[in-house]
């Protein structure tokens, strides 16, 4: 079997045994991350649930190199983590675009810091933007936008850049219900076009379900893997009412059945600290 | 039941006065108004003010010889404007006093930047500098002025080393404080996007400090003319500040007020040209809610 061959067969992301502990303020080290395990394979959609502060964040930042395991291996494509990555692109929970910048001016942002030129920026970007829906909003401000408007320049400024890996922070937890509905279909489409491998963090159980191929439910911190469930619903999915079918309902009261004692736990523990 | 919009076929008849263009006409009456109420109101406690201090100091209420009256100094400033001083031309000493407080305005913004975003951006370099800069901060900055005429002489540099410090510190701790609060969340955006340390540093950082910036040049404008001033205390041959000191000389309070009255538009003036350089560079930020008088 040649090097290459070995490469593409290898998953997007794969966690082994990792630990990560952090510094309390008064100066005592706790762990965060315990024996954790992931595999994402290429093209896959797992969605990542958990208690509150379980460590879900900084499972994602030691994938895109910004945070480094205490022990263990993070890989990416096959290779040990080294550095910020350029196939992986992050959506995140707080607003992140640049609000001195216009729509069109943060969406080629990924482009001009990698070097591309600036009319081929610029095409692509007018392209990104049509492709959310934003066509027409090109020189506005982010603070001219809605919240899900918003969220749909943060998808363009990632998805123009290519990723093969996409990370997302709850990234539509900040919308309301029904404008969350619509970026789940956004994001689900413009993913059926790039295929990238994608670990989805959120704490909304529904959420997780109506996306994912794959939920993990973690522990309380120290986070670990406490299951794994495949979502076998086939796509491409309807999401307006999936969550109101039998076997979606069916699928979530099971995955409940883990994450609430999780919950618990966390919030009790929360109480006691 | 009557003073409730009924629709009637299309057309809505609305009871008198609550129609949209009675209601947005009625509020532009208001602010029209309202803004009337707050020019004459501010006119009218300037009259009183001169004209109290002009009653007091002519009916020797007030010592006149060291309070002068707006009188003397309105004539004294229309003599400065139309004659000059025995040295030079009111627009000369300005030019100078301007001379000196924009080119030390100038260095101590583009250092106080450079030297706050480095400082911002690295942590060793600040932990071991703050206290250095903490000792240098602690001492008054007019107790300088006589040295730096000693090293730099009566002419333009004394001044402009002052003004240099007065405004250093101000724009260098502002630039450090806004690299310090710029957010996480977007900074991990751009270097996940692929920007370089120094693209972050560029595109990201100084464009987040920017308006903690532009609050410190709004201050420290004053603060340079300060320097300038108090310079040419110290020594000058030319400059508000000479005209000040010559007037103080001559006991000619009515002139010592008037080169402050010159100086106070000055900074107005500079003040109103800042705010709108902000405006138009903070164009992507949302308006204010209560954005009061321009
Ligand atoms: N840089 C850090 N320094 C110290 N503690 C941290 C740091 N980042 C995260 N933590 C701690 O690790 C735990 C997990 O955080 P996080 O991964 O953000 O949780 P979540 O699952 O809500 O995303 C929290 O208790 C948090 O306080
Ligand atoms: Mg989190």
Redesign the pocket.
């Known amino acids: 079997m040649s090097a290459a061959s070995f490469h593409d067969a290898s998953p997007a992301i794969e966690l082994i045994n990792v630990n990560?502990r952090?510094?309390?303020?008064d100066g005592k080290s706790?762990a965060?991350l315990n024996e954790f395990n992931l595999s994402v394979a290429r093209g896959e959609f797992v969605a990542l649930v958990?208690?509150?502060?379980?460590?879900?964040?900084?499972?994602?930042?030691l994938i895109t190199g910004l945070?480094k395991p205490s022990s263990g291996e993070v890989r990416v494509m096959g290779q040990a983590v080294n550095g910020i990555d350029p196939r992986i692109g992050f959506v995140f929970q707080a607003d992140a675009l640049f609000p001195w910048r216009t729509v069109i001016d943060n969406v080629v942002a990924g482009p001009l810091f990698r070097g591309r030129s600036k009319t081929d920026a610029y095409a692509a970007g007018r392209d990104w933007l049509k492709r959310v829906g934003l066509g027409k909003f090109e020189h506005h401000f982010p603070h001219q936008l809605s919240g899900g408007m918003r969220k749909r320049v943060a998808l363009a400024q990632t998805f123009i850049n290519g990723p093969e890996i996409l990370l997302m922070?709850?990234p539509f937890s900040a919308l309301d219900a029904q404008t969350r509905v619509l970026m789940h279909e956004e994001l689900l489409n413009l993913w059926s076009t790039t295929k990238a491998a994608v670990v989805f963090?959120t704490?909304d159980l529904e959420e997780a379900i109506a996306l994912a191929d794959k939920v993990y439910v973690?522990t309380a911190?120290p986070?670990t893997v406490k299951a794994i469930h495949t979502i076998d619903i086939p796509r491409p999915r309807i999401l307006a009412d999936i969550r109101y079918q039998s076997h979606f309902i069916e699928i979530s009261k099971r995955i409940w059945q883990d994450l609430r004692e999780e919950v618990q736990f966390g919030a009790d523990a929360t109480e006691a600290a | 039941m009557n003073n409730i919009a009924i629709g009637t076929g299309g057309s809505i008849l609305y009871a008198p006065g609550t129609s949209d263009a009675e209601i947005e006409a009625a509020a532009v009456a208001a602010a029209i108004r309202h803004n009337r109420l707050v020019i004459i109101w501010r006119l009218t406690i300037l009259a009183l003010l001169l004209g109290t201090w002009e009653v007091f100091a002519r009916t020797g209420i007030i010592d006149s010889f060291f309070y002068s009256y707006p009188s003397a100094i309105a004539a004294r400033l229309y003599e400065l404007i139309t004659e000059g001083t025995d040295e030079a031309s009111l627009w000369y000493h300005l030019y100078i006093t301007m001379e000196e407080a924009l080119i030390g305005f100038l260095f101590g913004s583009v250092f106080g930047v450079l030297f706050g975003v480095a400082l911002g951006r690295n942590k060793m370099a600040s932990d071991v500098l703050s206290v250095y800069i903490k000792v240098l901060n602690a001492i008054p900055r007019v107790v300088l002025a006589p040295i730096f005429i000693l090293l730099f002489g009566f002419g333009l540099w004394s001044k402009v080393a002052l003004s240099f410090v007065m405004v250093f510190f101000v724009v260098f701790s502002n630039a450090f404080q806004g690299v310090r609060e710029a957010d996480r969340a977007m900074i991990a955006n751009a270097q996940i996007l692929g920007a370089s340390k120094w693209a972050l540093t560029r595109d990201v950082i100084i464009p987040s400090a920017m308006s903690w910036i532009f609050a410190s040049l709004h201050i420290s404008f004053g603060f340079a003319i300060v320097g300038a001033i108090v310079g040419e205390f110290i020594g000058s041959r030319y400059g508000i500040g000479f005209i000040i000191q010559t007037a103080r000389g001559v006991h000619d309070t009515a002139e010592m007020y008037a080169a402050i009255v010159i100086i106070v538009i000055v900074v107005l003036g500079a003040e109103w040209i800042m705010t709108r350089i902000e405006e138009r560079l903070a164009r992507w930020r949302p308006p204010a809610l209560n954005d009061s008088n321009g």
Do not use: Q, Y
């Not at chain 1, 952090?22 to 303020?25: E, N, T, W």
């Open positions: 990560r952090f510094l309390s303020p706790f965060t958990g208690p509150t502060g379980c460590g879900k964040s900084t499972t994602l930042n945070g922070d709850e963090v704490h973690l911190r986070a």
